[in-house]
């Protein structure tokens, strides 16, 4: 391991990670970074995100998920990875709008990555600045 590496390390343990996860997190990273302090400022922030992310994929399908884990079906992805933003909606964090729409599948029994008329609504109604306009507008060629 290099240095910056080690020393973004010893910035992460401080910041309550485990070392287990630490080392997973910097091992994703490319060795060689020049030794300044934006290239440690950036291998921590890289690995604080990942660090998150692998832990909120344990929280899939419980009251913990933190709304940054994908758990959705293909057919939502522009939606719920945060296209929609890009595409005109205006509204609550991405994050926010995940979890939800997470917590509307678990408490309605619904598979996750399900693709059915409900999953539709819920998404629509979450996304949909006006309920009447559907976002996710049947296509003639798609099959579900």
């Not at 604080?48 to 293909?74: E, H, K, Q, V």
């Not at 719920?80 to 933003?85: E, L, N, V």
């Amino acid at each position: 391991m290099d240095y910056c590496k080690s020393l973004a390390g010893v910035f992460l343990e401080q910041a309550h990670f485990t070392p287990r996860e630490v080392a997973h997190a910097l091992s994703q990273l490319n060795d060689g970074l020049p030794r300044t302090k934006k290239s440690v400022r950036t291998l921590v922030s890289c690995s604080s995100t990942t660090i998150s992310l692998m832990r909120d994929r344990g929280r899939i399908g419980t009251g913990a998920y933190a709304g940054l884990a994908s758990f959705w079906a293909y057919k939502y992805r522009f939606w719920m990875r945060g296209d929609a933003h890009a595409n005109g909606y205006r509204g609550i964090s991405i994050e926010r709008a995940r979890r939800k729409i997470h917590d509307t599948f678990v408490a309605e029994n619904l598979p996750l990555n399900g693709e059915t008329a409900r999953h539709d609504k819920i998404i629509n109604d979450v996304f949909c600045k006006y309920p009447q306009k559907s976002l996710l507008i049947s296509n003639p060629g798609y099959t579900q």
